[in-house]
Structure formats: C-alpha cells, structure tokens
C-alpha cells in the first residue's frame, strides 16, 4: 500500500508534527515520551514513531499502521500504538488521540488511590464536546500501568464500552490519553485536562 505518500498522510504528518512540537512546548511531554496519531481513513491511522525527542518533531517521524496496529510503512512502532488503533476501532467518530507524560497527570494518578477521578463544578468542563454546562461530572478512569498492551487495551475498550462518555483516561504513574473527532477537537480536550489535572493536584496539596 503506497498510502504513505499521499497528500493525506503528507498532511497528517505536517498536523501530526505541529501539534507535538506545541505540546512539548507546554511540558507535557518529556524528552522521548508520548505519542500522536491521526486517523486516515477506516483502515490506518499516522503515528509518531517511538524513541523521538517530540520537541524535534519532524514528519520523517511519522508512520503509518492499521488499526490492528502493524505497521505499513517500514518503520517500527511503538508498543502503545494498540493503545491507540482500540481507540479507532471502538469509535469511528474518533478521528484523533494525543497520549501525554505530564508530570501533573503522573503525580496525580500516583497519589490517587482509587480507580477513578471525578472532575465536576468547573467551567472549563465546557471545553469538552457535547459537556454544556459546569453541573456535570466527568469521570476519569485510572488504569493500573503494565507491560501487556494488549490486555490493557482490552480493558480500556471493555470500560468505554459500558461507558461512552469517556473523554479520556490516566494510567498509573504513566500519563494521559484522551481524544477527539479531529486533531482541534483531541488538543482542546487535552489541554482542558492539563488543567483540570493542574486544579485537583494543586487541591490535594491544599487539602493536605
């Protein structure tokens, strides 16, 4: 398959690149961590490669898998890329998923004990697709950090499949994914969390 020299995937990757330059910018992605992805049709979606310094982003750092996650072009991907491609074939209306190592979202998830975070009374709750007013409650899964992506996806997608308004999910001591139906909407909804992370941390302290 020659898609990865499309103007589709030529233009994911350019969007791809911009996006992860501007979220290391922001800190939310120490040195090598994290990965972005864009959906490019029903079949395969652009990736970061693994190993990259994400404030050097360049679109040679991009690949293409299918949503079995195998890759299409020669490079290799990540082992979170299934982490990723479940997400897309859970939802087709998920069109992007950003994956962050902020060290809000690692110190919060490691100091919650439970396996869920309530965010609820904020405005900045709006930031979120369809949320229209600050009396909601938006619950955040926390799931235990392993090894075996393959069996934590199959928990991921076994939650979101009871719970369909899930806008993103922590895993323990690892970080952030959370997504959207374009590039615009996955980058709103991540820097909605930041800060909603920022708040409960800051919270906990206070509290403390």
Known sequence: MAIYITRDFQRAA?????????IHAHG????ASSNYSLRLNSECCA???????????????IMVVDLDGHPITPQTPSPETLLHTSLYQHNPQIGAVLHTHSKTATLLSRLLKGQMLLLEGYELLKAFAGITTHETV????????????DKLSFRITQ??????????????????YTWGKDMAEARRHLEAFEFLLDCELEMLKINR
């Open 14 to 22: 350019e969007v791809i690149t911009f996006v992860g330059r501007e």
């Open 28 to 31: 939310w992605s120490a040195a």
């Open 47 to 61: 990736i970061t490669t693994p190993g990259k310094d994400k404030g050097k982003l360049a679109p040679r750092d």
């Open 138 to 149: 938006l619950r955040v899964p926390i799931f235990e950090n392993s090894q075996e992506i």
């Open 159 to 176: 939650y979101l499949q009871q719970a369909p308004q899930t806008y993103g999910y922590l895993i323990r001591g690892h970080g952030l």
